[in-house]
């Protein structure tokens, strides 16, 4: 019988607990095991309050695939979730070389942990680059919208298809506004990126081509599909609009709820926060490697133990790529 | 930690082959959308969801099991990490979600379209 108690020791012991294995594993791994159950719970809490808002929201939600429809070289392609699917086969891939450098560190092939190692690294690198270049994307957005001073997203379509403004309004901006900088105005005043077009040509250009409709951010719960509304209706609420919106901050986006945006910079900026710092340690960990740390030491535990880190953010991203992009 | 890793390799390819056939199912019909499933609804939401929801869940299955090697580790701390995780993960997600709907049907009578 083992006795799960603390055992004085010499110093050298204090960080595997004195020997003692608790459950059969060692203090370290017990651990990371525990720190990966609360982690669980914080991603959990933010996605369980994901669901809250959009439950709050289920009959106004942007539709994920009509959001995130970029793919890189497919240029005004639309190719809904090709790119977070590669996404994930590329974080799964990591995952997998992972698990392979844990299974050649069982075998103590230095060589092998360390390539292993490498290609993980990498993978998480492309990773964590293909997050960047989807929030480049969200960011910048690619169609544009205007909001009204009730607060609703107004989207343009022809033919039952989103349109960019850029697709519809002729000319450039015609009310002749400058971007207010320090260099042409005040030195201590900033003010915020202004439109391509001013709200008075968008709604020009809308009244003089009649193939273009406004879609509202309401959801036809019988075809869950946005609601296009009528030419008329569409003139009435574009008269409301205050605001020309292109791409996403915190504040206002032009996929329709504000919160969504925030979640989607949240929730995917925490993962991405986790994957970045899981490369750090891995690199640190494949530093150890090579220099033969793990060799000296006779086992590769440390492997095991950032592996099981590597596999949580693996197992984050399943839950994020679904509840975002699918559901 | 020397425990049955002679088959373990062939073990992983098996699951990675298992992890991308599903993301490939869902991500199929996440573009598809077949309307006899994104169109119906059972037990509150549509069977599309449910069937996501639940390959998510075998997805989370082999993560752990496999990758993380959960199915070598002793009874007990299996449990005491799976299922401290699943109860509370649960409980919270039920709470969440029950009032989101009652935000839902007490909000939107407000909202003017």
């Known amino acids: 019988m083992e006795v799960n108690i603390a055992i004085p020791s010499d110093s050298k012991e204090t960080w595997n607990g004195g020997g003692v294995k608790p459950f059969g594993a060692s203090y370290g791994k017990m651990m990371m095991w525990f720190f990966i159950v609360s982690d669980a719970l914080t991603f959990s809490g933010f996605l369980a309050a994901y669901g809250l ?3 709050k929201f ?95 997203i107004l989207q343009f379509v022809k033919e039952g298809h989103q349109i960019a403004l ?70 009435a609420q574009l008269s409301k609009t205050k605001l020309v919106v292109e791409g996403a901050n915190l504040e206002v986006n032009e996929y329709g709820n504000t919160i969504f945006a925030d979640f989607f910079f949240f929730i995917t900026g925490f993962h991405g926060f986790h994957v970045f710092s899981g490369i750090i340690i891995n690199i640190i960990v494949f530093f150890n490697v090579i220099i033969g740390t793990y060799e000296r030491r006779g086992h590769y535990e440390m492997v095991e133990k950032v592996g099981l880190y590597w596999h949580f953010v693996d197992l984050v991203w399943v839950f994020v790529f679904t509840f975002f992009y699918l559901v | 930690m020397a425990h049955a890793h002679e088959s373990s390799k062939k073990r992983i390819w098996i699951v990675l082959i298992m992890l991308t056939l599903i993301t ?90």
């Open chain 1, 58 to 152: 289920i009959d106004s939600w942007p539709i994920a695939d009509e959001v995130f429809t970029h793919f890189p070289g497919l240029h005004g392609v639309h190719a809904p979730m090709y790119y977070v699917a590669l996404m994930t086969f590329i974080l799964i891939v990591s995952s997998v070389t992972m698990v392979l450098a844990v299974d050649a560190g069982h075998e103590m092939k230095q060589k092998k942990v360390a390539w292993y190692m490498f290609a993980t690294i990498i993978f998480g690198i492309i990773f964590v680059g293909s997050q960047a270049w989807e929030w480049k994307n969200f960011i910048s957005g690619s169609y544009g919208s205007v909001k009204t001073a009730d607060g609703k």
């Open chain 2, 24 to 113: 490939t199912v869902e991500v199929a019909l996440g573009i598809v959308k077949p309307p006899y499933l994104h169109l119906t609804s059972i037990l509150g939401t549509s069977p599309l969801n449910w069937i996501f929801i639940i390959l998510t869940l075998v997805k989370a299955y082999y993560i752990t099991w496999a990758f993380m090697h959960m199915e070598g580790e002793k009874k007990w701390l299996r449990r005491s990490v799976v299922w401290t995780a699943v109860f509370l993960i649960c409980y919270l997600v039920t709470l969440l979600l029950i009032e989101g709907g009652y935000l839902y049907s007490t909000l939107a009578p407000l909202v003017k379209w």
């Open chain 1, 53 to 55: 808002t959009r439950f």
């Open chain 1, 166 to 235: 850029s697709d519809f309004v002729v000319n450039k901006r015609t009310d002749e506004r400058v971007q207010h900088t320090k260099y042409n105005g005040l030195w201590f005043e900033k003010e915020e990126t202004i439109s391509t077009y001013s709200i008075a040509q968008i709604k020009e250009a809308y009244q003089s081509n009649s193939e273009i409709q406004i879609r509202s951010e309401l959801i036809d719960l019988e075809t869950k599909q946005k609601v296009i509304l009528s030419r008329e209706e569409g003139l």
